[in-house]
């Protein structure tokens, strides 16, 4: 994983499970939990803007 340059959310607390986030040369987004570090979610722009968009307006289910 030493490929990526993770950063974690400015909403992630210090004692809480803490969201990470990583862009790369493949114009891919990584998204990753604390807790699950080898559990790896890849999506382009619009999918991860999707994902944004839907968890925002509470249609995720």
């Known amino acids: 994983m030493s490929e990526f340059h993770w950063q974690k959310s400015s909403y992630s607390q210090e004692a809480s ?3 990470y986030i990583a862009a790369a040369v ?3 987004i990584r998204l990753r939990e604390s807790d ?3 559990v790896i979610l890849v999506a382009d722009r619009a999918q991860l803007g999707a994902l ?3 968890v925002k307006s ?3 289910r």
């Open 58 to 60: 509470g249609t995720t």
């Open 36 to 38: 699950e570090p080898d």
């Open 17 to 19: 499970s803490c969201v």
């Open 26 to 28: 493949d114009g891919l």
């Open 52 to 54: 944004i968009a839907a």
